[in-house]
């Protein structure tokens, strides 16, 4: 059994706190989008990396010492073979901490530097075979006109949206997956980094807006603010009584799930539909358990399908911090109950859910080994079972 990796709250927050804008449908089953016996599928003969920060440290060494052999700039592409270095390092990238590993690669300039890079600082567009590899001419451009964007100034996003529509409206296959990949970087980066929750703070919303919001119907040309986000490729969301801008998902799937490879449309059609139904809110899980054990499972087996898939580092997590929750509950939907430690009667049908329906996955697995050891315990969290937790959380 595999175990499970800590999961931390930032990494939680960013799989489980996204909200859908408009109509997405119901997630799908598992035998919908994928097969029951996935076939294997091959190593990627190189990876192609997008360099996210300016003046990147290409290094004869995998850790901070290492000599700089050269720098890359913000925009530029690299290559890879898939070498992740054993290590892992603190580095702050853009005011945001970062606990990664580095990554071998070598430019794709006619110098062909060669050595280790840090993982955070680069953006996989691309993994498989040379013969299909994405046009790199196509995508440097597009690359450098997004640097040339301000990720605080809105209408950066809608001019990011209108180079894609002007220059990738025939792209298919793997370019079009690098290309949906750089715009949803791009956008999500302005989300992160721009503070547009200062715009809508200065609306005065209605509770029917709170609600339209919350159901997803909100109309976004209500506003000229609203209306321009819309336009930039955002959409709204509300939590904890704040309503503020996130990536619409829905308007990237209008526009690349025709035209993207078959994994990322799944990947792409899977995230559009569990955004519909929000999974966490203010330290609770929203949905029924057993729709956060469906997500677990599909993920493992689109993992399973797709081992080398270009964003496998986040299908992974998504994967393990769905099962992460499964098993140990959140700080206001606890597995067990605080008072006598017991397990709730929540938490003991969805586990037994779990091993009906997915008996020998990985999941199934996990989520037995807990179970009997907890049925073993009387039903409760004694220190057993706090030392099995803690194993999980720790391996």
């Given at each position: 059994m595999k175990p499970i990796k800590?999961?931390?709250?930032a990494l939680l927050a960013a799989t489980v706190l996204v909200?859908?804008?408009n109509n997405t449908p119901k997630v799908p089953a598992i035998s919908e989008t994928l097969p029951a016996t996935p076939p294997p599928s091959p190593k990627p003969e190189f990876y192609l990396y997008a360099v996210a920060v300016d003046k990147l440290n290409l290094?004869?060494?995998?850790n901070k010492n290492g000599k700089v052999v050269t720098q890359f700039p913000e925009g530029d592409f690299v290559e890879g073979t898939g070498e992740i270095s054993a290590?892992?390092?603190e580095v702050t990238l853009r005011g945001i901490p970062y606990?990664?590993?580095?990554?071998?690669?070598?430019?794709t300039t006619p110098e062909q530097h060669q050595g280790w890079a840090f993982s955070a600082a680069l953006v996989p567009v691309y993994a498989g075979p040379r013969a299909t590899a994405p046009d790199l001419g196509r995508l440097s451009q597009f690359s450098m006109f997004i640097k040339t964007l301000n990720v605080k100034k809105l209408d950066s996003g809608k001019k990011a949206w209108d180079y894609v529509l002007q220059n990738f409206g025939n792209a298919q296959g793997t370019l079009a997956d690098?290309?949906?990949?750089?715009?949803e970087r791009f956008l999500f980066r302005m989300e992160v980094e721009g503070d547009y929750y200062t715009i809508t703070e200065k609306i005065k919303w209605a509770d029917s807006d709170y609600e339209a919001i919350s159901k997803e119907t909100f109309d976004m040309n209500k506003h000229p603010a609203t209306k321009s986000m819309a336009e930039?490729?955002?959409?709204?969301?509300e939590g904890e009584g704040m309503i503020f801008p996130v990536v619409d998902w829905q308007k990237l799937g209008a526009f690349f799930a025709t035209k993207v490879t078959p994994p990322m449309k799944q990947y792409m059609e899977q995230n559009i539909a569990e955004q519909k139904n929000q999974l966490w809110s203010d330290g609770g899980i929203m949905i029924p358990l057993e729709e956060v054990a469906d997500r677990a499972a599909w993920w493992e087996k689109f993992n399973q399908a797709n081992p080398y898939f270009v964003r496998s580092e986040e299908t992974k997590n998504s994967q393990e911090s769905l099962l992460f929750l499964l098993i140990f509950g959140a700080d206001n939907t606890p597995a067990f109950n605080y008072e006598d430690q017991s397990?709730?009667?929540?938490?003991?049908k969805a586990w037994a859910y779990v091993q009906q329906k997915y008996a020998g996955t990985e999941v199934g697995k996990s989520v037995k080994e807990i179970a009997d050891l907890v049925a073993a315990e009387g039903g409760k969290k004694t220190k057993k079972v706090e030392a099995l937790i803690e194993r999980y959380m720790t391996e």
């Open positions: 800590k999961i931390t709250f909200s859908a804008c290094r004869d060494q995998p290590n892992k390092e606990n990664e590993p580095y990554f071998k690669v070598m430019s690098a290309a949906f990949i750089l715009l930039s490729g955002f959409c709204l969301a397990v709730t009667e929540d938490f003991k």
